[in-house]
């Protein structure tokens, strides 16, 4: 697989001003690198997927209202998708996101590329930062659904849906916080900015979680201080390397060739 900067600049404008855009997304390029925070917040409730979920939870929380299963129940519901979310979003993260089969498959390359590929190759380009609605939302539905209807019926499942659509907003404000340049005053935001960023930079098989670090403490992917786990060559790629690329070009394909390695080149190139 032969780098190509030219062929992949052309593609990235062609990608760009395939976006219908208005807004704040008008305009072509958003760095939260080179963000302010109040910036950050216009883009945030400008993006699509969330005026989707915002939308979404509050038209749960009307069907909850007039199929109200009772006030135990729907605390049971919210409590218990609360608890479910981080530990389904740690097994994706680490299973299907950085399982390395979804490149392997001309289907779900694209796909990989949206969720994923694009946001380790640069972290602080904040169109590819956010989850795509079409894989979120059903995976949010998946997870608190079923069980909300088994335990307060079609009230229940959209007090499950509520809960999941309000916690991915939440999640998805500390994602953006954690990959923009200024330091939280809150401890809490510290933490987790620092160990996401040990995601990004350090080693991409440790701390899978973004709010919520149970689960890799629990399964032993915690690497708190970058102590554990060795610096990772392929923390920018995910293991989609030239040889790689070569056996499956689908994502290379889709990206007009790899590319610059990190992060710093692809936007000196830009
Ligand atoms: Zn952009
Ligand atoms: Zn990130
Ligand atoms: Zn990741």
């Not at 209202?65 to 609360?82: D, E, K, Q, R, Y």
């Not at 796909?111 to 190759?121: E, L, P």
């Not at 953006?176 to 340049?181: E, R, S, T």
Request: glycine content about 8%; some cysteine.
């Amino acid at each position: 697989m032969v780098r190509n900067k030219n062929e992949w600049r052309r593609r990235m404008a062609e990608k760009d001003s395939l976006f219908a855009r208005f807004g704040f997304w008008k305009s072509r390029k958003h760095y939260l690198n080179k963000m302010t925070l109040r910036e950050l917040i216009v883009a945030y409730f400008q993006y699509y997927a969330i005026q989707a979920y915002l939308a979404i939870g509050t038209v749960s929380l009307v069907v909850l209202a007039m199929n109200f299963p009772g006030v135990v129940p729907t605390l049971i519901v919210v409590g218990l998708s609360s608890l479910a979310y981080p530990l389904a979003w740690y097994l994706l993260h680490r299973y299907i996101l950085h399982g390395q089969f979804l490149y392997r498959m001309p289907l779900t390359a694209p796909v990989w590329k949206r969720i994923h590929y694009d946001h380790h190759q640069d972290p602080y380009d904040l169109e590819v930062l956010f989850g795509a609605l079409y894989t979120t939302l059903p995976t949010v539905a998946i997870v608190t659904m079923p069980m909300g209807w088994l335990i307060g019926g079609i009230g229940g499942a959209f007090a499950g849906l509520a809960t999941g659509v309000f916690v991915t907003c939440f999640y998805e404000f500390c994602h953006c916080i954690q990959h923009l340049a200024y330091k939280p005053k809150s401890e809490f935001l510290k933490r987790i900015k620092k160990w996401h960023m040990s995601h990004h930079f350090h080693n991409e098989n440790g701390n899978f979680g973004i709010t919520n670090y149970v689960w890799d403490r629990a399964f032993g992917t915690f690497d708190p201080e970058n102590t554990v786990l060795a610096k990772s060559p392929t923390v920018f790629n995910l293991g989609y390397t030239e040889e790689e690329a070569v056996k499956y070009p689908w994502v290379a394909r889709v990206s007009g060739g790899l590319g610059p390695a990190t992060p710093r080149e692809r936007r000196i190139s830009d």
